[in-house]
């Protein structure tokens, strides 16, 4: 069974920063896009960045962009997201996605995840 393991979450003031790492284990992550989603306290969940299976293309949610950074290590089979500058609107539980079908995009809509870990905790005191 494919398994996402999130960690790295934790409570921080604002303007720190968190390092999130995702884990994935029962198959390969070589050939498919990667994202990071967050939901916060009574909201549903929400799109925070994509990264393609190469690596060379990323994309943002426009309240993120310049403070987030989405990589991966495909030999690691393990997908990180940097979040600097964090605000505490960003606090919420960050779940990471995988795809079941190999595509070389990135992928932004929830819908299209098949794989989703349980999440991280992630809280961003005033």
């Known amino acids: 069974q494919v398994q996402l393991v999130e960690s790295g979450g934790g409570l921080v003031q604002a303007g720190g920063s968190l390092r999130l790492s995702c884990v994935v284990s029962?198959?390969?992550?070589?050939?498919?896009?990667m994202g990071w989603f967050r939901q916060a306290p009574g909201k549903e969940r929400e799109f925070v960045a994509t990264?393609?299976?190469?690596?060379?293309?990323?994309y943002y949610t426009n309240s993120v962009k310049g403070r987030f950074t989405i990589s991966r290590d495909n030999a690691e089979n393990t997908v990180f997201l940097q979040m600097n500058s964090l605000k505490p609107e960003d606090t919420g539980v960050y779940s990471c996605?995988?795809?079941?079908?190999?595509?070389?995009?990135?992928?932004?809509?929830?819908?299209?995840?098949?794989?989703w870990g349980q999440g991280t905790q992630v809280t961003v005191s005033s």
């Open positions: 996605a995988a795809r079941r079908t190999d595509y070389s995009g990135t992928t932004a809509a929830a819908g299209l995840y098949d794989y």
């Open positions: 029962g198959r390969t992550i070589t050939n498919i896009p």
């Open positions: 990264i393609d299976r190469s690596g060379s293309y990323t």
